[in-house]
């Protein structure tokens, strides 16, 4: 089989497959035994950086749950680290930056990085290894959309209300866009950089993009992150938690061929907002995965039937897999929607 016929790939250009493609967001991570086996006695970021323990992490979901994509293991501020900028992952918090910007100038001294002087030889190193071994099976690139980055880079780690983020916006418009430009620079590098490597699709993540009205994100937002994903060369998938006031937007004008949903909209609604030219991806509610599975199979089932609404469909969850979730109950959705 080409890899123009995998599933997920066929399902993102409107075509209905056999089985329903199926991946996790965070499958590659903290929920497998193997996978914390594995990252004892190596930091976050430095995990990212090898390629081979990167290489070997992003296989492992693929092994054991039989899903239909392999979603490369990094983290968003990856192109930031290798840009020079100073950031660490604390533990039980997040993604911290050393020097938070928040002003003009430093907005000035930031953006003076060249994006394409970021070395992505270990990144590229890790995603052929990935691509040699799965073939047909897809691998999906990713970066962090230029909104969710700016909002760790303002202000300094994670916020709930992003709020001198949102506040940069307005109080400097020239500064905000000259930050969100370089950042839609960054990411669009760093997901050129793993599509010459073999990723065969790539998702723009923007997890704080709730946070923002329709208003601020058509103005604000919008522009630059069409910027990191316009004429990729790849099939893109477009995600943002919490985006429902703005679905459509989430489309960046037909530049996504497929927006993912989280789990507070139903498909099917979605769908209708998103019209037929694009795919869904989508929305297990992942609070549900520590349920009874029978409770757990009626919304897998339920998430199913209303994706079929849609141009095409690509089961995920609606937001990324909590850390403490049983892998056997991600294994028996595979299985459950392979067999639907």
Known sequence: MALSDAPLLRALTGDRPDTTPVWFMRQAGRSLPEYRELRVGTRMLDACLTPDLAAEITLQPVRRHGVDAAVFFSDIVIPLRLAGVEVEIEPGRGPVFANPVRTRADVERITAIDPESLDGTAIAEAV???????????????????????????????????????????????????????????????????????????????????????????????????????????????????????????????????????????????????????????????????????????????????????RGHIVNLGHGVPPETDPDQLTRIVELVHGA
Not at 150 to 171: F, I, N, Q, T
Not at 179 to 201: H, K, N, P, Y
Not at 207 to 231: C, E, I
Not at 293 to 307: F, I, T
């Open 128 to 310: 052929g290894i990935v691509a040699a071994e799965l073939g047909d099976t897809p691998v999906i690139g990713f970066a962090g959309a230029p909104f969710t980055l700016a909002a760790y880079l303002v202000e300094g780690g994670p916020s709930k209300e992003h709020l001198r983020a949102r506040g940069m916006m307005h109080a400097d418009p020239d500064a905000w866009h000259r930050l969100a430009g370089w950042l839609a620079r960054v990411s669009r590098r760093f997901l050129e950089t793993q599509r010459d490597a073999g990723a065969g699709v790539v998702q723009l993540f923007d997890s704080w993009a709730g946070s923002l009205s329709p208003a601020d994100y058509r103005t604000f937002v919008a522009p630059h992150s069409t910027a990191a994903l316009d004429g990729i060369g790849v099939p893109t998938i477009h995600f943002g938690v919490g985006t429902g006031p703005f679905l459509a937007d989430m489309r960046l004008g037909g530049i996504a061929d497929g927006v993912g949903v989280d789990w507070r909209l139903p498909l099917d609604e979605a769908a209708a907002i998103l019209g037929p030219d694009t795919s869904v991806q989508g929305n297990i509610d992942p609070a549900l995965l520590g349920a009874p599975w029978p409770v757990l199979e009626a919304h897998v089932r339920d998430v199913l039937e209303r994706g079929r609404a849609a």
